[in-house]
Structure formats: structure tokens, C-alpha cells
Nanobody, 126 residues
């Protein structure tokens, strides 16, 4: 059973930075895709970024492109999201997710992911 545990959320001022981490266990990732999603109050959970565990290729939503960077550490079985130039509209609960289907391409909707973490709150004050 795959377990995902996020950490690193918190309160930051607009323009600041945070780094989220996701520790994965229960599976050796090879051809899988890992992603970050976020959900603000009253809104749908939305795609933020994803990375291929196999070759490190990435995908980003337009709203975070150029500000956020997704990365992984294969040896530590960990996923990261470096968030710079944060804006109040980035405020949300951020979730780590794993797509273990080995499909080989990115899915940008939540239904494409099989496992989820419990989420970590990110609050950006103006």
C-alpha cells in the first residue's frame, strides 16, 4: 500500500517562498508519475505540477509556471515542490499524489491519480 505524507506548508507573505515535501513509502517508483494538486475553500481540486519518476520530465499548470518547480529524489523516494513568488491566490491545501498506472504520459486531473496524501496547508498573506 502506497503512503504519501506531505510537509512544509505554512504561512508566508506574498512574494515569499516555501518548499513542500512528500515522503512516499510502500512502493519503488519506476515508471510512475507523481504530482501536486491544490484545493482552495469552495473550489475544485486543481492540478499544479507533475513529474515522471522515470525520466524527470515535468508538467505545470499555467498559473504556477515560472514560479514553482517540481523535483524528485529517487534515492529518498521523495517529491518536492519549490514555490517562489507566492501570491494570495496560491492559498490552498496542497496534496501529493501518485499515478501508478505506468501510462507514460501526464494526466492533469485528479481522477488520473491512485494515491493521495493528507494535504498540507499553504497560506499566503497579502
Amino acid at each position: 500500500q502506497v503512503q504519501l505524507v506531505e510537509s512544509g506548508g505554512g504561512l508566508v507573505q506574498a512574494g515569499g517562498s516555501l518548499r513542500l515535501s512528500c515522503a512516499a513509502s510502500g512502493r519503488t517508483f519506476r515508471r510512475d508519475i507523481m504530482g501536486w494538486f491544490r484545493q482552495a475553500p469552495g473550489k475544485e481540486r486543481e492540478f499544479v505540477a507533475a513529474i515522471s519518476w522515470r525520466d524527470g520530465s515535468t508538467a505545470y499548470s499555467d498559473s504556477v509556471k515560472g514560479r514553482f518547480t517540481i523535483s524528485r529524489d529517487n534515492a529518498k523516494n521523495s517529491l518536492y515542490l519549490q514555490m517562489n513568488s507566492l501570491k494570495p491566490e496560491d492559498t490552498a491545501v496542497y496534496y501529493c499524489a501518485a499515478d501508478v498506472s505506468s501510462r507514460g504520459y501526464f494526466i492533469l486531473r485528479r481522477t488520473g491519480y491512485d494515491y493521495w496524501g493528507q494535504g498540507t496547508q499553504v497560506t499566503v498573506s497579502s
